[in-house]
């Protein structure tokens, strides 16, 4: 096998082993409980990093057993991946930079409000018929109820640094007054009139806040911190990707000039 094409399938590898950082984030960002309601945000990353690791696989059988076809087809394969990968981070960073969040004096965590968040988010995601979707599978999850096994008074919860979407689902906004009788318990408001969530908030462990604005800003909030954690990963191992495709691309130019010298060599012989 000639340098040119020893090189190439080394750096296949070393694409096939960024594709192993991109699925894992995939499978981590489709192991959470909010993802789980949002079944199309589930899938973009994983779907990425397995194609990558086809492709580089490709790669690395073109270039071992001089495969030019092949070789060819991993070229522009992976460009259009890596294309793809970027259009994914540049989404990814510009709707999730808005946070919505404010701090609340005397807790450890903060609260959110849906204004403060993308309008691209918000008309995705926390529309009529996406929310009408997303509330009941919510509801369902252990997202709440297992906020009572891990808090017993109001001093272990106020200062626990809980979720955004604990924070806007499993609790009246703080402004309301209401008097904490459990994490997920609340009563004698004081102070119904200042956010209509106040009205909102049910006591009946399907209810919650899960119909609050303040829920569907929680569930953002968590999108941003989740995605926000994955793009560090996804930078990191594009950024390596690209390294390795222009050097890909090198040798797999200098692997087409080795063939015709030698073809060339052998007309003249």
Known sequence: MSLSNNITALLNFVAFMCSIPITASGIWLASKPDNECIHWLRWPVL?????VMLVSLAGFVGAYWKKEGLLGLYLVCMAILILLLLVLLVLAFVVT????????????YSEYRLAGFSSWLQNHIT???SWRKIRPCLADSEICPKLNSEFVNAHQFF????????SGCCKPPTICGYQ????????????TIADPDCTIWNNDPSQLCYNCD????????NLRKEWRKANLILILTVVVLIWVYVIACSAYKNAQTEQLFQRYKQGWA
Not at 47 to 51: H, N, Q, R, S
Not at 214 to 221: D, E, I, R, V
């Open 214 to 221: 303040a829920c569907k800003a929680g569930l953002l909030g």
């Open 127 to 129: 529309d009529a018929d």
């Open 180 to 191: 904490f009788v459990n994490p997920t318990v609340w009563s004698n408001p004081t102070n």
């Open 97 to 108: 930079r808005p946070s919505g969040a404010y701090s609340v004096p005397g807790r450890g």
């Open 47 to 51: 779907f990425m990093g397995l194609a």
């Open 159 to 166: 200062a626990a640094h809980i979720s955004p979407i604990q």
